[in-house]
């Protein structure tokens, strides 16, 4: 895991905030947050990893973008280690707060 903001990333989400840095400015991401679950529990436990990841982004505009990606990894016959995240959710807002419950 790699920190920022004082928090762990994972290797999925170092090329997306790279990516967004490289973008919109090295200072622009607020805030990002990541989250790891589960789906598909049986006997021997979980059957696929889900990731989340969350990022708030100041645009040159003064409002904020709101994004939310999500990734699955599966295990087949042991775990797979090609997982990618996409875009599921974004929205612009006025402030850092407003409108974020629309990306969970």
Known sequence: MQR???KDISKY???IVADISKTYGSNSIVDVFE???HDGYDNLGPQSDLWYLYL???LTSGKYLHRRYHAERWYRDGPVD???YYLS?????DTDEQ???LLF
């Open 13 to 15: 989400a170092r090329p």
């Open 89 to 93: 959710a974004e929205t612009t807002a």
């Open 82 to 84: 090609d997982c990618r």
């Open 99 to 101: 409108q974020l419950s």
């Open 56 to 58: 708030v982004i100041q």
């Open 4 to 6: 920022f903001f004082g």
């Open 35 to 37: 989250d790891l679950t």
